[in-house]
């Protein structure tokens, strides 16, 4: 257990813009200490700097991170567990949204590694110190897009082929629901709270660096106008950090605030164990024995 008298610290992947850096912030309003992460440094201390200021709070802290990197991956989870004696929450948020697909050094799929594979990595690498808390809680952020994905193609995990409009990032917003799933079978009856959560149709730069090109890059600026303040789209995933009450739908897909019906994809158990396996081969995830 840990001290009372210590801050919950939370790890916030993707921090340095959109949702995840408005999560940050008002998790550190609330008290809690934060570690950003974020694969740029340079946005990274400007992040940090601007939650600090928007927060009142200095308890904000930058985490080189770079998901598409299993090396960096394993070095910023040695460097978390050497800064941080407590961790309380880890929300799984970077994302991108690629319009080619392009490889990794790791010689993964990028939409893959950096949405799903790299995230798997890092929970099994943070897990035994965040169930070291009295309340555990991991969140990872999908999105209502996985019902476009049809079934999880688990002979295709690097979308050799199904490259084709949103498909591949719908594929990944897919695998973090069946991560939820697998992850809360092994570890509910350990402690851990564990959630999938869309947090709405948020103004956010998931695409906006070059990554989408064409007619689907001048959709993305053509709606941006109708969409929710990263404000909004962080508050569901505040509160199932922070909220007591949320611990009793551990396992839940979330649809903003409310719990959700998934289709039969999302709720394929055999599916979820099999990409489970996949992504412990894949990343050689070793999951600690409770």
């Known amino acids: 257990m840990n001290n009372s008298d210590t801050p919950h610290a939370a790890l916030i992947t993707g921090?340095?813009?959109?949702?995840?850096?408005?999560?940050?912030?008002?998790?550190?309003?609330?008290?809690w200490r934060v570690f950003a992460a974020a694969r740029s440094p340079e946005r990274g201390r400007a992040a940090v700097t601007q939650i600090q200021n928007d927060s009142g709070s200095a308890a904000v802290e930058l985490l080189e991170l770079d998901l598409a990197s299993f090396s960096s991956v394993r070095s910023a989870a040695a460097e978390l567990l050497e800064r941080a004696p407590r961790l309380d929450a880890l929300?799984?948020?970077?994302?991108?949204?690629?319009?080619?697909?392009?490889?990794?050094?790791?010689?993964l799929a990028s939409t893959m590694q950096v949405n799903h594979f790299g995230h798997v990595l890092l929970t099994s690498l943070l897990l035994s110190r965040l169930m070291q808390s009295d309340d555990p809680r991991v969140v990872n952020v999908s999105s209502m897009l996985y019902q476009r994905a049809g079934a999880m193609p688990l002979d295709d995990l690097q979308l050799e082929?199904?490259?084709?409009?949103?498909?591949?990032y719908c594929i990944s917003k897919l695998a973090n629901i069946l991560f939820t799933k697998a992850l809360h079978r092994r570890y509910f009856e350990h402690g851990l709270a564990t959630?999938?959560?869309?947090?709405?149709?948020?103004?956010?730069?998931?695409?906006a660096d070059g990554d989408r090109g064409g007619p689907l890059s001048i959709l993305w600026r053509l709606v941006q106008?109708?969409?929710?303040s990263a404000e909004n789209g962080a508050?569901?995933?505040?509160?199932?950090?922070?909220?007591?009450?949320?611990?009793?739908?551990?396992?839940?897909?979330?649809?903003?605030?409310?719990?959700?019906?998934?289709?039969?994809?999302?709720?394929?158990?055999?599916?979820?164990?099999?990409l489970w396996d996949a992504s412990n081969e894949l990343t050689d995830a070793q999951w600690p024995t409770l």
Request: charged share 20%.
């Open 235 to 274: 508050a569901p995933i505040v509160d199932l950090v922070d909220d007591a009450d949320k611990r009793q739908l551990a396992g839940a897909y979330f649809n903003r605030h409310q719990a959700a019906t998934l289709n039969e994809h999302a709720n394929d158990h055999h599916a979820a164990e099999r």
């Open 161 to 168: 082929h199904q490259w084709r409009g949103f498909r591949p």
């Open 15 to 31: 921090a340095n813009s959109g949702i995840g850096q408005a999560a940050a912030t008002e998790l550190a309003r609330r008290g």
């Open 195 to 207: 959630f999938a959560v869309h947090p709405g149709g948020v103004r956010t730069r998931l695409g």
């Open 225 to 228: 106008p109708f969409l929710l």
């Open 91 to 107: 929300v799984n948020n970077a994302g991108v949204n690629l319009g080619r697909r392009t490889l990794t050094e790791d010689g």
